[in-house]
């Protein structure tokens, strides 16, 4: 009789993943092939705006090793791009056809696709396609394009404005006007969160293999359920001849949360060849065309008193959509929306975002989604605060946090946070910084005008994920629900199957759901094997996304062990010859109360089952049993972040010299996966702060197309991470679990740019705008405007 | 076409390839060696990272996308494939990175792997720093590399035999920090599958 030693969750367990990613084994997209596989090459628009008034593929279909060559007009069955979240009754939705068919609205949108015997062929042929373009005017700026006469991006929209959203917390009940706010302090800034690139190592790639009258995608995404669902809503196609699978996925970060124009291409062209067909993009093509994230630009109107308490907060964003609408585009401010108040008891709140479209890729999810944008904001205006009022930048964020014990806490914004901790987690930080020690110096340092500077940059954060519950989705409009779903299988010998409705992309789930289940249900963590990202296998689900798959699949999961141990209890009860309520439920094991050694383990019990011979009266010969999870509310994780940098005040260079953060994500189901999370979403915040930012030129072309010029760091660009943990536990759930995978991302941002901000705050320098390259930190430390610096990817 | 003859792994294969195939396209698509991945097309990224030996030449980390396949003709490629024993047993490197969580999706570690294979064997015994700037050439989008660096300190000091090394290297404890778990170097005779019940203290 086996019984568990040790509980599994909390145990830095080593990855099941890990020995086929180490050796090579590991199951890409790209490296599937099948019988009769044919090649695609996208021809893409090298125009941001343009009619097609031309386009014949014909020298391309005679071309050496080509099958078959198509237009967006040839491709009649390619159905649209759906938008899942119309965030307002009246906003505009264009059409969005994979293939192009008489217009393009950005550089990179597909016009022509040609099949061939391999890529290299597909790929020479595309210089025989013509295709003549008339030039249309391109608009690129934000402003500028709502302003009345801008050119449009859809003409039939009549206006480039997609959407306008508000939320007032004096409409709502919820709060106070902030025009009736008390201002003796006022606080006004414009920040601009720069255009970034996802930037996933794995390029994307999708196999359509129609044989057998049925679809088998294979495709490198996120999410194969929604995929799923909606080829078959926007193509025609039965639902249930369409099966999904997500393989091994290199890496999501939100950019492979979408409904991609290639895997719609790649669905459409399968049908019309009859044979499977693989497209991998390149790494330019995905820079190019992959969605791309944030591009906001955010007017903050803060309002406190002379003792540093916050009476107001006002907030007006305009957004960059792109040309088209993704899954999500519109709706990624509004995750934001409810989170500008942060962690602060804000009297008043106002949000208010306009969408717009422009002659660019579109935007949509990339880590985080909103809530960076919200949590810079809000972080720097609390240091501008801070700053004006001459107040210590900690001391003010003190005066106005949600204390510990007021917790649970309804937010100006309308939202509850179950539980947190801002105390503990600061305390921890500081004394890991060596807080006093730091600012010792940098007043040395002040005192004695040394040409390095040293600042410090606090980010206090919390943010909600664990999307989400369903309920609120639909009022925000959100087209589809938040609930995750599990299955769990216990097999005649006693091993596991976990069912996962999650589709994991490097986040350790085989692991961490492991380690759950061996505890719920008393089995060794080997004997779990966890399940996924096949829409047959795994039929239902919401896939993985906004910090959700502990927090909502967790409590799934753990619902149904708890229905797999209710139904093995009678069967034990029955095989011990005594009642259900004379057992419990200890170390592993159904044990007779007062008589531990009279006991039946799950595999036990499945073994019984499974032969049936002497099961009690209507009891099916199943343990096997599913939950699906709606959760009743979202995740509230926070933490604290210090930076500390040295700014050169001759070249601009800044170096990280200490990065400490305190992490708070209630109930730890495996360390080493958490603390890996939170280092690479710090690693992403530290880079939006001074290496990336895609640029597009006067003329709408990307010029941060590849690597060469998009900056993503390496490891001798990034510091390294001290990291570590408080644990306040959720309370709206057993599992007690909140989200981590986007926490880190939320808070380093700011982080770092506050200590810039601050080594160089005696020179009079108030802001610097992203990312802070050598020589926009130079000029603004040395008189000059920050904001005159060339833009990260050269252009002017 | 032209004509290769090169070992990959230990295999002697001989081929007609286009002059214009890359040495990452031949082992992935002639070879099936998809233990090596594509990530970029300007040889920034390092996820196709090898080590090749010229005929006359020690092995050295090479860009395999920046490398046509005829150019390896002669040559001696090892992959990521090529790293473990014929008895599974994993390379020193290989397990250091499982040991320490020093992957997540997984996708850059073939090259990663392979990068520090190749630095450990000019520099055995690094500092962070050095590691830092030896691992420049291969980029992750999902680690933040700091476990990365742990895992190559503690492959260092396995393969040094020095189990202390990790310790005593100063600038390896200090620069993890206070509140980090400190790498604790792997056992010598660490088994093919991974140890179910080693476990660091959090």
Same mark, same amino acid.
């Given at each position: 009789?086996?019984?568990?030693?040790?509980?599994?969750?909390? #145990?830095?367990?080593?990855?099941?993943?890990?020995?086929?990613?180490?050796?090579?084994?590991?199951?890409?997209?790209d490296?599937?092939?099948?019988?009769?596989?044919?090649?695609? %090459?996208?021809? $893409?628009?090298?125009?941001?705006?343009? #009619?097609?008034?031309?386009?014949d593929?014909?020298?391309?279909?005679?071309?050496?090793?080509?099958?078959?060559?198509?237009?967006?007009?040839?491709?009649?069955?390619?159905?649209?791009?759906?938008?899942?979240?119309p965030?307002?009754?009246?906003?505009?939705?264009?059409t969005?056809?994979?293939?192009?068919?008489?217009?393009?609205?950005h550089?990179?949108?597909?016009?022509?696709?040609?099949?061939?015997?391999d890529?290299?062929?597909?790929?020479?042929?595309?210089?025989?396609?013509?295709?003549?373009?008339?030039?249309?005017?391109?608009?690129?700026?934000?402003?500028?394009?709502?302003?009345?006469?801008? !050119?449009?991006?859809?003409a039939?929209?009549?206006?480039?404005?997609?959407?306008?959203?508000?939320f007032?917390?004096?409409?709502?009940?919820?709060?106070?006007?902030?025009?009736?706010?008390?201002?003796?302090?006022?606080?006004?800034?414009?920040?601009?969160?720069?255009?970034?690139?996802?930037?996933?190592?794995?390029?994307?790639?999708?196999?359509?293999?129609?044989?057998?009258?049925?679809?088998?995608?294979?495709?490198?995404?996120?999410?194969?359920?929604?995929?799923?669902?909606?080829?078959?809503?926007?193509?025609?196609? !039965?639902e249930?001849?369409?099966?999904?699978?997500?393989?091994?996925?290199?890496?999501?970060?939100g950019?492979?949360?979408?409904?991609?124009?290639?895997?719609?291409?790649?669905?459409?062209?399968?049908?019309?060849?009859?044979?499977?067909?693989?497209?991998?993009?390149?790494?330019?093509?995905?820079?190019?065309?992959?969605?791309?994230?944030?591009?906001?630009?955010?007017?903050?109107?803060?309002?406190?008193?002379?003792?540093?308490?916050?009476?107001?907060?006002?907030?007006?964003?305009?957004?960059?959509?792109?040309?088209?609408?993704?899954?999500?585009?519109?709706?990624?401010?509004l995750?934001?929306?409810?989170?500008?108040?942060?962690?602060?008891?804000?009297?008043?709140?106002?949000?208010?975002?306009?969408g717009?479209?422009?002659?660019?890729? /579109?935007?949509?999810?990339?880590?985080?989604?909103?809530?960076?944008?919200?949590?810079?904001?809000?972080?720097?205006?609390?240091?501008?605060?801070?700053?004006? =009022?001459?107040?210590?930048?900690?001391?003010?964020?003190?005066?106005?946090?949600?204390?510990?014990?007021?917790? !649970?806490?309804?937010?100006?914004?309308?939202?509850?946070?179950? +539980?947190?901790?801002?105390?503990?987690?600061?305390?921890?930080?500081?004394?890991?910084?060596?807080?006093?020690?730091?600012?010792?110096?940098?007043? @040395?340092?002040?005192?004695?005008?040394?040409?390095?500077?040293?600042?410090?940059?606090?980010?206090?954060?919390?943010?909600?994920?664990?999307?989400? !519950?369903?309920?609120?989705?639909?009022?925000?409009?959100?087209?589809?629900g938040?609930?995750?779903?599990?299955?769990?299988? &216990?097999?005649?010998?006693?091993?596991?199957?976990?069912?996962?409705?999650?589709?994991?992309?490097?986040?350790?789930?085989?692991?961490?759901?492991?380690?759950?289940?061996?505890?719920?249900?008393?089995?060794?963590?080997?004997?779990?094997?966890? =399940?996924?990202?096949?829409?047959?296998?795994? &039929?239902?689900?919401?896939?993985?996304?906004?910090?959700?798959s502990?927090?909502?699949?967790?409590?799934?999961?753990?619902?149904? @062990?708890?229905?797999?141990?209710?139904?093995?209890?009678?069967?034990?009860?029955?095989?011990?010859?005594?009642?259900?309520?004379?057992?419990?439920?200890?170390?592993?094991?159904?044990?007779?109360?007062?008589?531990?050694?009279?006991a039946?383990?799950?595999?036990?019990?499945?073994?019984?089952?499974?032969?049936?011979?002497?099961?009690?009266?209507?009891?099916e010969? +199943?343990?096997?049993?599913?939950?699906?999870?709606?959760?009743?509310?979202?995740?509230y994780?926070?933490?604290?972040?210090?930076?500390?940098?040295?700014v050169?005040?001759?070249?601009?260079?800044?170096?990280? #010299?200490?990065?400490?953060?305190?992490?708070?994500?209630?109930?730890?189901?495996?360390?080493?996966?958490?603390?890996?999370?939170?280092h690479?979403?710090?690693?992403?915040?530290?880079?939006?702060?001074?290496?990336?930012? %895609?640029?597009?030129?006067?003329?709408?072309?990307?010029?941060?197309?590849?690597?060469?010029?998009y900056?993503?760091? +390496?490891?001798?660009?990034?510091?390294?991470?001290?990291?570590?943990?408080?644990?306040?536990?959720?309370?709206?759930?057993?599992?007690?679990?909140?989200?981590?995978?986007?926490?880190?991302?939320?808070?380093?941002?700011?982080?770092?740019?506050?200590a810039?901000?601050?080594?160089? $705050?005696? $020179?009079?320098?108030?802001?610097?705008?992203?990312?802070?390259?050598?020589?926009?930190?130079?000029?603004?430390?040395?008189g000059?405007?920050?904001?005159?610096?060339q833009?990260?990817?050269?252009?002017? | 076409?032209?004509?290769?003859?090169l070992?990959?792994?230990?295999?002697r *294969?001989?081929?007609?390839?286009?002059p214009?195939?890359?040495l990452?396209?031949?082992? #992935?698509?002639?070879?099936?060696?998809?233990?090596?991945?594509?990530?970029?097309?300007?040889?920034?990224?390092?996820?196709?990272?090898?080590? *090749?030996?010229a005929?006359?030449?020690?092995?050295?980390?090479? /860009?395999?996308?920046?490398?046509?396949?005829?150019?390896?003709?002669?040559?001696?490629?090892?992959?990521?494939?090529?790293?473990?024993?014929a008895?599974?047993?994993?390379?020193?490197?290989?397990?250091?990175?499982?040991?320490?969580?020093?992957?997540?999706?997984?996708?850059?570690?073939?090259?990663?792997?392979?990068?520090?294979?190749?630095?450990?064997?000019?520099?055995?015994?690094?500092?962070?720093?050095?590691?830092?700037?030896?691992?420049?050439?291969?980029?992750?989008?999902?680690?933040?590399?700091?476990?990365?660096?742990?895992?190559?300190?503690?492959?260092?000091?396995?393969?040094?035999?020095t189990?202390?090394?990790?310790?005593?290297?100063?600038?390896?404890?200090?620069?993890?920090?206070?509140?980090?778990?400190?790498?604790? %170097?792997?056992?010598?005779?660490?088994?093919?599958?991974?140890?179910?019940?080693?476990?660091?203290?959090?």
């Open positions: 009789m086996t019984t568990v030693a040790e509980p599994e969750i909390g #145990r830095a367990r080593r990855r099941k993943e890990d020995h086929r990613l180490i050796t090579g084994q590991t199951r890409w997209t490296n599937i092939t099948l019988p009769g596989m044919l090649h695609l %090459a996208i021809l $893409r628009s090298p125009y941001a705006h343009a #009619r097609i008034t031309r386009i593929v014909s020298a391309a279909r005679t071309q050496p090793n080509v099958v078959a060559a198509f237009t967006g007009a040839d491709l009649d069955n390619q159905g649209t791009l759906a938008c899942a979240w965030v307002t009754e009246d906003m505009v939705a264009p969005y056809l994979p293939m192009a068919v008489d217009e393009v609205r550089v990179g949108e597909p016009v022509a696709v040609v099949v061939a015997r890529k290299a062929s597909a790929v020479d042929a595309l210089e025989a396609i013509e295709v003549e373009y008339e030039p249309l005017p391109v608009v690129l700026d934000m402003e500028a394009a709502l302003q009345p006469g801008s !050119p449009l991006v859809h039939s929209a009549g206006t480039n404005k997609c959407y306008h959203w508000v007032d917390s004096a409409e709502a009940g919820t709060g106070g006007s902030v025009a009736d706010a008390e201002a003796e302090v006022t606080i006004r800034r414009r920040y601009v969160q720069q255009r970034l690139i996802p930037a996933f190592m794995e390029p994307r790639s999708v196999i359509v293999d129609p044989s057998g009258g049925e679809w088998t995608v294979y495709s490198a995404t996120q999410i194969p359920h929604i995929v799923r669902f909606l080829l078959a809503a926007t193509t025609g196609t !039965p249930h001849k369409i099966r999904v699978i997500a393989p091994d996925v290199g890496g999501g970060f950019g492979k949360l979408a409904v991609t124009p290639e895997e719609w291409i790649a669905f459409a062209v399968s049908t019309k060849v009859g044979r499977p067909v693989k497209y991998t993009e390149t790494r330019s093509e995905s820079l190019l065309s992959a969605h791309h994230g944030r591009d906001v630009i955010q007017d903050i109107t803060l309002t406190a008193r002379r003792d540093g308490t916050v009476t107001g907060l006002h907030v007006k964003l305009i957004a960059n959509m792109g040309a088209y609408l993704g899954i999500v585009t519109p709706g990624v401010p995750l934001g929306a409810f989170m500008y108040n942060a962690i602060y008891k804000i009297p008043a709140y106002r949000f208010e975002c306009t717009v479209f422009t002659n660019t890729a /579109k935007t949509d999810a990339y880590r985080g989604a909103g809530r960076p944008e919200a949590t810079y904001a809000i972080e720097r205006v609390m240091d501008e605060l801070a700053a004006e =009022l001459n107040l210590d930048p900690i001391e003010v964020r003190r005066r106005n946090w949600i204390r510990h014990e007021e917790f !649970p806490y309804t937010t100006v914004a309308g939202l509850v946070y179950d +539980s947190g901790n801002y105390e503990a987690a600061t305390e921890k930080a500081l004394a890991l910084f060596g807080y006093n020690e730091l600012r010792a110096e940098q007043a @040395a340092r002040r005192a004695a005008g040394d040409p390095v500077q040293l600042g410090i940059g606090i980010s206090t954060y919390t943010e909600m994920c664990g999307l989400a !519950p369903s309920r609120t989705l639909g009022a925000l409009r959100y087209g589809a938040g609930w995750e779903s599990v299955s769990i299988r &216990v097999l005649p010998t006693g091993k596991v199957e976990v069912i996962s409705g999650s589709t994991p992309h490097g986040q350790g789930h085989d692991t961490a759901w492991s380690q759950i289940v061996a505890d719920q249900l008393g089995v060794p963590f080997e004997d779990v094997t966890v =399940l996924h990202g096949d829409t047959r296998v795994a &039929v239902k689900g919401m896939d993985t996304y906004g910090s959700r502990l927090a909502v699949g967790g409590v799934a999961m753990v619902q149904a @062990a708890e229905r797999v141990r209710e139904k093995a209890r009678r069967v034990a009860a029955h095989l011990l010859e005594c009642s259900a309520d004379d057992l419990e439920w200890r170390d592993g094991a159904f044990r007779v109360k007062g008589n531990p050694d009279q039946k383990t799950i595999p036990e019990i499945a073994l019984a089952v499974f032969a049936a011979h002497d099961l009690p009266d209507g009891v010969p +199943s343990l096997d049993a599913e939950a699906t999870y709606d959760p009743s509310a979202f995740s994780p926070h933490g604290t972040h210090l930076c500390a940098v040295e050169d005040t001759e070249t601009g260079r800044v170096t990280i #010299r200490k990065y400490v953060c305190v992490d708070d994500v209630g109930k730890v189901i495996n360390p080493l996966i958490v603390e890996g999370q939170i690479g979403g710090v690693a992403q915040g530290i880079a939006q702060a001074l290496y990336e930012e %895609a640029v597009y030129d006067e003329s709408g072309n990307l010029v941060t197309g590849s690597f060469a010029e900056l993503l760091p +390496s490891a001798a660009d990034l510091p390294s991470i001290v990291a570590d943990r408080t644990e306040t536990p959720a309370t709206t759930h057993p599992l007690g679990v909140k989200g981590v995978g986007e926490a880190g991302t939320i808070a380093a941002t700011p982080a770092v740019v506050n810039v901000v601050d080594a160089l $705050r005696p $020179r009079g320098v108030t802001d610097i705008p992203m990312p802070l390259t050598p020589e926009r930190v130079w000029r603004a430390a040395n000059g405007d920050a904001g005159a610096g833009n990260a990817g050269g252009a002017a | 076409m032209a004509r290769v003859n070992v990959v792994d230990g295999t *294969y001989v081929d007609e390839v286009p214009r195939l890359l990452v396209q031949y082992l #992935r698509e002639h070879l099936g060696k998809v233990g090596t991945v594509i990530g970029c097309d300007t040889g920034n990224c390092g996820a196709c990272t090898v080590l *090749y030996a005929p006359d030449g020690r092995a050295q980390a090479v /860009k395999s996308c920046s490398m046509l396949a005829v150019q390896a003709d002669g040559g001696e490629v090892t992959t990521v494939e090529g790293l473990a024993a008895d599974g047993t994993l390379h020193p490197v290989q397990r250091a990175f499982h040991e320490h969580h020093a992957l997540q999706c997984g996708f850059c570690t073939p090259g990663m792997i392979v990068a520090a294979v190749d630095l450990l064997r000019e520099n055995p015994n690094p500092t962070p720093e050095e590691i830092r700037e030896g691992l420049s050439g291969n980029l992750c989008r999902c680690t933040g590399y700091e476990n990365i660096v742990r895992a190559v300190t503690a492959a260092a000091a396995a393969t040094n035999g189990a202390a090394a990790a310790a005593t290297n100063g600038t390896a404890a200090a620069a993890n920090g206070s509140g980090a778990a400190a790498p604790s %170097a792997p056992s010598q005779a660490a088994p093919v599958e991974p140890a179910p019940t080693t476990e660091v203290a959090a």
